[in-house]
């Protein structure tokens, strides 16, 4: 049985697959590809005391090319589940505190609940560092001795290729 289909920029990425030019057009002709929004709007139904925090997180996650005008309500329920976990511990952790052990088994289990749809929330907007790494299509990894011409290169791409140069040297190639 098959996997899921990965965008041609994966495929391409992954370097198992060979296509040609014509297969990798064909292909992206046929994925779905959803411009990003000029800015991260909340929806109407999202109380006011959340809309500052959505429209900070929704801009990281704009800029990082994970968010589009289709992930609105996902971004929102995850402010609204978020802030109802953490009311359900406040009440789990006052029973504990209380001796109620009634009480607390039903709040910790309010609390799991929550934590499950904040934390499915966060991860289908990629949240967390594993999400992101399922989400993002990696870029062609180049190897860094060989970077391209004229490019400009991070300090420590520039570090390695300078250990490489002075290896080449004592080896003598």
Known sequence: MSGKRQPTAVVEANG??????????????????VPPPDSAEPPKWLAKKWHREFREIGEILRAAGLYAELDRDVLAQYFVARTRWLD????????????????AREWSGVEGTYFKQARQCAEAM???????CRIVVPD?????????????DDEFT????????????????
Request: hydrophobic letters at 35%.
């Open 126 to 132: 990629g949240l967390s560092v594993s999400s992101r």
């Open 158 to 173: 520039q570090l390695l290729q300078a250990r490489q140069a002075a290896v080449r040297e004592m080896v003598g190639t």
């Open 88 to 103: 359900a511990d406040r009440h789990a952790a006052k029973a504990i505190r209380a001796g109620d052990e009634k009480a």
């Open 140 to 152: 062609v990894v180049r190897n860094a001795a060989g970077g391209s011409e004229g490019a400009e």
């Open 16 to 33: 198992k697959k060979h296509l040609t030019n014509a297969e990798a057009d064909e292909r992206r002709d046929r994925e779905v590809h």
